[in-house]
Structure formats: C-alpha cells, structure tokens
C-alpha cells in the first residue's frame, strides 16, 4: 500500500513540474498562477504547496529537472557526445525547454524579479558546461576560455530569441553554417 501511495506521490510531482514548466514557457512565471499548473495537471491546486512549499519551490524543481537534462548533453565528454557540435547547438535551439529559458530571462532581467537568483545559476551552470568543452588552444590569442564562452552562450540565446519570435526569418542551418566557419578552428570539431 505505502508503495502505491509513494508511486502516486511521484507521478503528482511530475505532473505538476510538467505543467509547470509547460506554463512557464507560454505564459511567463509571474502569469502563472496555482490554479493555470493544477488545470493543465489535473490536480489538486492543494498539491503545489505541499509538494513544492510554493510557487518559487515549484520554479527550482522546473529548473533543476530542466537544467539537468541540457546540462547532461553539453557536459558530456566529446567522444560520449555523437555528432557535431554545432548541430547540437542549434538542436538545442529547437527544444521546448529551450523556450521555457528565453521567457523566464525576460522576467530575470528585471531587478526586482523574483527568479532572478534562480536564472544567474542556471546561466553559471550553462557556462560552466559549455566552458569545458572549449579546447583553450583552439582559441585565438588574447581570448579568454570564459570570455569565449559568455559570447557562445550569449549567441546561442540571441539566436534562439530571434527564431522564436520570427521563425520565418531565421534559418538555424545557415545560421550553424556560418558559426562554423566564424569559430576559432577546433571549436566546431567533433
């Protein structure tokens, strides 16, 4: 009995943090409200305090769910990572977790955001995975590994903030096509 009560406990959790990050997407974290997560859930609004403690609760297990997953393809070794890099890169671009980043930096941004603490890890923790995978002789002089990787990140957020909001205008393929023959050779090798 305590086994179903425990799988039942678990598939709630997961339901929420799914329509959580769903929403987040769409509607942006200060938009969503408790009844919105429970509605697209199918459970009891009653169950986001206590699962998550509040709405800010729910926000880190959304990011930390979300984050682990991208962090562990970026951080994977090179040789445990098929494919090249830059195709993965613009993958990237096309996830709908992507999405769910873009958004919530548009309320992070703002001083007095509530989610701002949250998001400036989540960016630390991108450009640390990214970071290791940067080859620093592949670099040219004078640059830095962690200057190189804010203006990788950065690039891949813009990127991605453009194709969003004119999907028709972007063209990801061209857009890998040119980053590789703009980055420093070494960096778009697999």
């Known amino acids: 009995m305590a086994t179903r009560r425990i799988q039942?406990?678990?598939e709630s959790r997961r339901l929420l943090v799914?329509?959580?990050a769903e929403l987040f997407a769409e509607k942006g974290y200060r938009q969503t409200s408790f009844?919105?997560?429970?509605?697209?859930?199918?459970i009891s609004r009653g169950s986001i305090p206590w699962h998550f403690g509040n709405k800010l609760g729910l926000l880190e297990a959304v990011l930390d769910e979300q984050v682990q997953g991208?962090?562990?393809g970026v951080a994977a070794p090179?040789?445990?990572?098929?494919?090249?890099?830059?195709?993965q890169v613009m993958g990237f671009i096309r996830l709908p977790v992507t999405r769910l980043f873009i958004t919530?930096?548009?309320?992070?941004?703002?001083?007095?955001?509530?989610?701002?603490?949250?998001?400036a890890r989540l960016h630390a923790a991108l450009r640390q995975a990214v970071r290791a995978?940067?080859?620093a002789q592949a670099l040219p002089a004078g640059t830095t590994p962690e200057a190189f990787t804010v203006l990788l990140v950065g690039a891949v957020i813009g990127v991605h903030a453009q194709w969003r909001v004119a999907p028709e205008a972007v063209d990801l393929d061209a857009v890998?096509?040119?980053?590789?023959?703009?980055?420093p050779a070494g960096l778009g090798q697999a």
């Open 8 to 10: 039942r406990t678990e």
């Open 18 to 20: 799914t329509a959580a």
């Open 35 to 42: 009844i919105d997560i429970a509605d697209r859930a199918g």
């Open 70 to 72: 991208v962090l562990t």
């Open 78 to 87: 090179a040789g445990e990572r098929p494919g090249d890099p830059l195709d």
């Open 104 to 119: 919530l930096l548009a309320e992070a941004v703002e001083g007095d955001s509530p989610i701002r603490e949250h998001y």
């Open 133 to 135: 995978r940067i080859p």
């Open 176 to 183: 890998r096509d040119a980053m590789r023959t703009l980055l």
